[in-house]
């Protein structure tokens, strides 16, 4: 993993080492603790920031014959480390095996690679870097210029409120809005948590306009603080007409712990959905919709360990047929707002790309976009894939680039592994006579994918 990693043509390497690898990074959709960025927090060791909360890693740390005592239980922090390098070597082809060399030569100057043989000699090190590092400084490190965090509707934000009145903080943090629990009617805890939303609201709940309007509070607080993007995770893509009367009885129902048919559920999931979709429309925000993803599909260790914890996967029946009268239900309710689609299937990258072209319009370049490879295709070839396929069917000089969808501060390193796989493909292009290999355009071209499209479809006030 030298200096060209990845970087397979000159055309590859003058674009990388002359553009992209300068340019600061935009994280517009992650996991990170708003409140360790608040406190400044520091790291123990690094088996706390490199492992802590992965569930990446824990996959292939199981997948690897490892116990889970160490993957998410009570071993001791160093006997952690040891045990994912001693499947690091196992790796080859798995993105992780490239994401974790990056973040250990970027984060802490290790080279060499990471085996149960030098693990105990890297820990060392890592540590002793480690004491000179803080949430905010590794930010800094990897040229972070702004990012948004995902928080649920009734968060308080407070921790969003001290970054912001922070006089030292020089990195624009800015919350997400997730309203997952307040869609996903057919999920347990859903009742419980519209209690607590009328709560925070102060507002009877009794209907599902109520639901809309108490989110309608939350979207205008959530302004307040400097929101900018709305994010919306759906197992699956769902449509039916957005009826009131039928996604009020649906509610009704869920409300009185009775499981309403599919029909209802995503009537009520589309009415509720579709009505946000028209609040951020006005006040200028992007939606971002992920689906396809196959929930807690291991139910003894989702009792376990609970979500978030590596037992997801991908969704062959996404529901990706839906995504057009989704939209049009949006259109024809007077709210599509700028819109960024992901399945987490990636057969259904070509039908994304064309769903979206029938919804472009209103003078905003790449007004709705296909996302970038999500989750399980944030490897080499799921990018090569989806860059490719919206390249084909779309308008690529508009597409809005990377994320790092992690809740850890060493992830950035994704930027740069997605940075390299677009120089590497562009240069392909470019040398097999496809594209002009014009250094002015082409430099233009990749900026404004790594960075200067994020910058303007979002709005962030950074230069």
């Given at each position: 993993m030298d200096e060209n990693f990845l970087l397979s043509t000159p055309t590859a390497e003058k674009l990388y080492h002359g553009t992209a690898k300068k340019l600061p990074i935009i994280d517009y959709h992650c996991h990170i603790s708003p409140q360790e960025i608040a406190q400044d927090r520091k790291f123990e060791n690094i088996s706390q920031i490199w492992l802590g909360g992965d569930h990446y890693k824990w996959r292939v740390m199981r997948a690897g014959g490892i116990t889970e005592d160490k993957v998410t239980g009570d071993a001791p922090d160093r006997e952690k480390f040891r045990a994912f390098a001693s499947v690091m070597p196992k790796l080859m082809g798995n993105p992780i095996y490239h994401w974790s060399h990056l973040e250990l030569l970027r984060g802490f100057g290790v080279e060499?690679?990471?085996?149960?043989?030098?693990?105990?000699?890297?820990?060392?090190?890592?540590?002793?870097?480690?004491?000179?590092?803080?949430?905010?400084?590794?930010?800094?490190?990897?040229?972070?210029?702004?990012?948004?965090?995902?928080?649920?509707?009734?968060?308080?934000?407070?921790?969003h409120e001290k970054i912001k009145e922070d006089p030292t903080m020089d990195i624009q943090v800015l919350p997400a809005f997730r309203p997952d629990k307040a869609v996903n009617i057919d999920k347990p805890g859903f009742a419980e948590y519209i209690g607590e939303l009328s709560k925070v609201t102060g507002r009877k709940i009794a209907t599902a306009e109520d639901v809309v309007e108490a989110l309608y509070g939350r979207i205008d607080y959530f302004g307040a603080h400097g929101c900018l993007c709305a994010d919306h995770g759906l197992d699956y893509c769902m449509f039916e007409n957005p009826d009131k009367m039928d996604a009020g009885r649906a509610f009704s129902m869920a409300m009185e712990g009775m499981l309403p048919d599919k029909k209802l559920v995503d009537t009520y999931k589309t009415f509720v959905v579709a009505a946000c979709a028209k609040k951020y429309a006005q006040k200028n925000w992007v939606m971002q919709i992920h689906f396809g993803c196959i929930r807690n599909a291991n139910?003894?260790?989702?009792?376990?360990?609970?979500?978030?914890?590596?037992?997801?996967?991908?969704?062959?029946?996404?529901?990706?047929?839906?995504?057009?009268?989704?939209?049009?239900?949006?259109n024809e309710n007077g709210g599509l707002p700028k819109t960024i689609l992901y399945s987490l299937n990636p057969t259904d990258n070509t039908a994304l790309a064309t769903i979206m072209a029938?919804?472009?319009?209103?003078?905003?370049?790449?007004?709705?976009?296909?996302?970038s490879a999500w989750w399980f295709n944030d490897n080499r070839f799921g990018m090569r894939s989806q860059l490719t396929e919206l390249a084909a069917n779309g308008v690529l000089g508009c597409f809005v680039?990377?994320?790092?969808?992690?809740?850890?501060?060493?992830?950035?390193?994704?930027?740069?592994?997605?940075?390299?796989?677009?120089?590497?493909?562009?240069?392909?292009?470019?040398?097999?006579?496809?594209?002009?290999?014009?250094?002015?355009?082409?430099?233009?071209?990749?900026?404004?994918?790594?960075?200067?499209?994020?910058?303007?479809?979002?709005?962030?006030?950074?230069?």
């Open positions: 060499e690679p990471l085996s149960l043989e030098n693990a105990d000699e890297i820990y060392d090190k890592c540590n002793e870097v480690l004491k000179g590092y803080s949430a905010r400084s590794l930010m800094r490190k990897f040229h972070v210029r702004a990012l948004c965090t995902t928080d649920d509707p009734i968060d308080s934000l407070e921790w139910q003894v260790q989702f009792a376990s360990l609970g979500p978030d914890t590596g037992y997801d996967a991908i969704n062959s029946q996404s529901g990706v047929e839906h995504v057009a009268p989704l939209l049009n239900a949006f029938c919804f472009q319009g209103g003078g905003v370049p790449g007004k709705i976009q296909q996302g680039g990377m994320l790092t969808d992690s809740r850890s501060f060493l992830s950035y390193t994704r930027h740069e592994y997605f940075r390299r796989v677009l120089c590497e493909l562009i240069g392909e292009w470019v040398e097999s006579g496809q594209y002009p290999a014009d250094e002015g355009v082409l430099g233009k071209f990749v900026s404004n994918l790594c960075y200067q499209n994020t910058r303007d479809f979002f709005g962030f006030e950074v230069l």
